[in-house]
């Protein structure tokens, strides 16, 4: 038996395994082997093959083994020969005279939602693709060749001195480079957080992502729940915890933001305690009704872990995001971190340095908070028209918001939108099963993943779930 790999690049430019053996010799091999990589596909319908010599060269063969192998296929009905257009895989799969083969009838497809008002996802359609397709160009264009080698677990520096330039201006984070660690989003710098870096219990607001609790559990970090109310999470209530997670510019996802009283007791906390604060900035700029507030990070950068990404701004398909540290913990995160695969593609690191560096980061990030503004303003309009009962709670910011409903609706409310084909979920599905506040019904709509022609259809859509009016 012998095996051979073809990798002539006069034919595809890919290389291709033959196993010449069985009886008959090396012509007959060849012939099997051929014919059953044009029947597996490996060899498709108008595929070059190379010339008698490449291949025989290739599979240590006599030209002459290869001329009559192809002469014998063409005449079966498996190849094709012209003059000047060299030996190729002919547009049948099958030689001429096999039985046609019947196609299968594809199942049918589960239909999806007609309409998805689910949280956390920004509108694909608004990706700014030449805005980025420049910064891509101009960075690859620029990139020292040193980028392309082995890097740095703390990613590029390009892209940390111009996150530090960004954070500081526009979201009132006071750091430096060397204290930003590039991830691919939230739950990545958990994940380089928990249990390597930081140890449970952690405190948490009692509504919030079960991925996230999940993530934290599978680290066997426990998570006790604090309290909400309009003033955003009781930090009051802490105790004996060493850290705590807060999203306190926008609450996830009852929509609050921490009071300026609440953001300053939890630092005290943390500097009496010796305790962290992890600050989740998921979408802090995105406030319609007045300024951003600034990142609770400022108030103390030693004790506060900051952590964002470009997943509600940009795109979630980047993977790319950040971890603002103190600096006690930038080792042990790196150290974490460590092995390559964690890390986030170079040439990524270096388009989002570009996209920041000229101003196309906030460029986009304006003309989409005057989007989400809208497509906000539409939907409260709409309830007001169609459902004055339902209220829409929390601050004008972010991405999502909540509708109130009355006690006992939320689940009937979200049986009725399965029907009309509306992808949402129910308040109750963000809440921690430990937590022991009142528990609200509501429902959670997230109006900026549909893009712009099709947001209308499904307002008309999430009106005809809601329950009737008194």
């Not at 309009?230 to 996802?253: D, I, M, N, S």
């Not at 809208?374 to 972010?398: F, K, N, Q, S, Y």
């Amino acid at each position: 038996m012998a095996e051979s790999w073809v990798n002539s690049a006069e034919r595809i430019g890919a290389d291709l395994h033959l196993e010449l053996s069985g009886p008959g010799g090396r012509r007959a091999a060849l012939i099997r082997a051929l014919r059953d990589a044009v029947r597996g596909g490996r060899l498709a319908p108008g595929t070059r093959l190379p010339p008698y010599r490449s291949l025989a060269a290739d599979l240590g063969v006599a030209r002459n083994t290869v001329a009559d192998a192809y002469a014998e296929l063409v005449a079966e009905g498996w190849l094709t020969a012209r003059q000047g257009s060299g030996t190729r895989v002919a547009a049948r799969s099958e030689p001429p005279g096999a039985p046609e083969r019947v196609p299968k009838k594809a199942p049918p497809r589960a239909r999806g939602p007609r309409h998805d008002l689910r949280q956390g996802t920004p509108d694909a359609s608004s990706f700014p693709r030449t805005a980025w397709l420049a910064s891509y160009r101009r960075a690859l264009q620029q990139a020292p060749n040193e980028a392309f080698g082995p890097g740095d677990p703390a990613g590029r520096v390009e892209l940390r001195e111009a996150l530090a330039e960004y954070l500081a201006r526009a979201r009132g984070v006071r750091t430096e480079p060397g204290r930003i660690v590039i991830c691919s989003g939230f739950a990545h710098a958990l994940r380089l957080l928990f249990p390597g870096v930081l140890r449970g219990p952690l405190a948490v607001e009692s509504y919030g992502l079960g991925f996230h609790r999940e993530l934290l559990a599978a680290a066997s970090v426990r998570t006790v729940p604090l309290p909400l109310d309009e003033g955003g999470a009781q930090v009051g209530e802490l105790g004996r915890e060493r850290a705590v997670l807060l999203t306190p510019a926008h609450q996830f996802p009852t929509g609050g933001p921490l009071h300026a009283r609440r953001r300053a007791a939890v630092v005290d906390w943390a500097r009496a305690r010796g305790g962290v604060i992890l600050e989740d900035d998921y979408d802090g700029e995105f406030r319609y009704d007045r300024k951003p507030v600034g990142a609770l990070q400022g108030l103390d950068p030693e004790r506060v872990v900051h952590i964002g990404s470009v997943s509600k701004s940009l795109s979630p398909a980047l993977r790319l995001g950040w971890i603002v540290l103190p600096r006690r913990y930038v080792d042990a995160v790196l150290s974490v971190k460590g092995e390559r695969e964690a890390w986030a593609g170079v040439l990524e690191q270096l388009t989002l340095a570009d996209f920041l560096a000229s101003g196309s980061y906030d460029r986009h990030v304006r003309r989409m908070r005057q989007r989400y503004r809208g497509r906000r303003d539409r939907l409260v309009a709409a309830l007001a028209e169609r459902a004055p009962h339902v209220e829409v709670t929390g601050i004008a910011a972010g991405l999502h918001a909540v509708l109130r409903l009355p006690p006992g609706a939320e689940r009937s409310a979200v049986k009725a939108a399965i029907w009309q084909g509306v992808a949402l979920d129910g308040l109750a599905e963000f809440r921690h099963p430990e937590a022991t506040m009142s528990a609200p019904d509501g429902l959670v709509v997230g109006y900026a993943t549909p893009s712009e022609h099709a947001y209308g259809a499904a307002l008309e859509a999430l009106c005809g779930a809601l329950p009737p009016g008194p």
